[in-house]
């Protein structure tokens, strides 16, 4: 089975400061990693997605996200908060070695990222 | 850009009644699915669908059924709505069954059981 977990129900950081928003995963084989982020009454968008190669990945909104191996993590970070980076970010992974489609996506709870002028 | 919609942004409807959730992607994806998101518990698959007529359930089926009778179309159904169900209901799309393929979102419908 596998699983994602993000153990910050809520984030607050200070405009300009750098943020980290959690998450960590276990699969029973290799991951691919996504961050989805939510604005307040709208879909997800997808911010990135780790699928081999470096481990640091870039994506949208000047956001990058480190995945660590040993650490099974793949935290979401961004060096200079914006007060429009404010919403409810979402990490789900899935096991390579899944027959595809929706049925190995697994996603977290949600972090609440509240960013403070 | 790809587009996903979904026909209500809001809907309140009684417990018993049928109900329709509509979404239609612009893009021809292969695969459509339905999530509902409750605070707390993130986003839980209901139904996927790979193909026209295709329909494989997810983590939690029961009290819902779907349609998909044209590509761009998947239809979530509630048969009886009870105040269970009363949740954000988010419609997806993707290209292919690869597995690192992203998805696309729709705004979402914030349904209402009374």
């Known amino acids: 089975a596998q699983s994602v977990a993000q153990p910050e129900d809520q984030v607050n950081v200070a405009e300009g400061n750098p943020l980290t928003v959690k998450c960590t995963y276990s699969?029973?084989?290799?991951?691919?990693l996504f961050w989805y982020v939510q604005y307040p009454n709208r879909g997800l968008q997808f911010l990135l997605k780790?699928?081999?190669?470096?481990?640091l990945v870039k994506g949208s909104y000047g956001f990058e996200a480190e995945f660590n191996k040993s650490q099974t993590s793949f935290h979401l970070k961004k060096p200079s908060a914006l007060v429009s980076d404010s919403a409810l970010y979402f990490c789900a992974v899935r096991d390579m070695g899944s027959g595809g489609g929706a049925d190995g996506l697994t996603f977290g709870k949600g972090t609440h990222l509240i960013i403070q002028p | 850009d790809v587009k996903v919609t979904q026909s209500s942004r809001y809907l309140v409807k009684r417990t018993g009644e049928k109900v329709f959730l509509e979404c239609v992607q612009d893009?021809?994806?292969?695969?459509m699915f339905w999530y509902r998101q409750d605070p707390g518990l993130g986003l839980r698959l209901i139904y996927f669908s790979y193909d026209v007529k295709m329909k494989e359930k997810g983590d939690i089926p029961e009290g819902y059924s779907v349609s998909r009778e044209k590509k761009e179309r998947f239809s979530l159904i509630l048969e009886s709505a009870s105040t269970n169900q009363t949740s954000m209901y988010l419609c997806?799309?993707?290209?292919?069954?690869?597995?690192?393929?992203?998805?696309?979102f729709g705004s979402g419908t914030q349904l209402s059981v009374l």
């Open positions: 699969v029973s084989g290799n991951p691919y």
């Open positions: 893009m021809d994806h292969e695969n």
């Open positions: 780790y699928i081999t190669g470096d481990n």
């Open positions: 997806a799309s993707s290209w292919t069954v690869s597995t690192n393929e992203k998805l696309f």
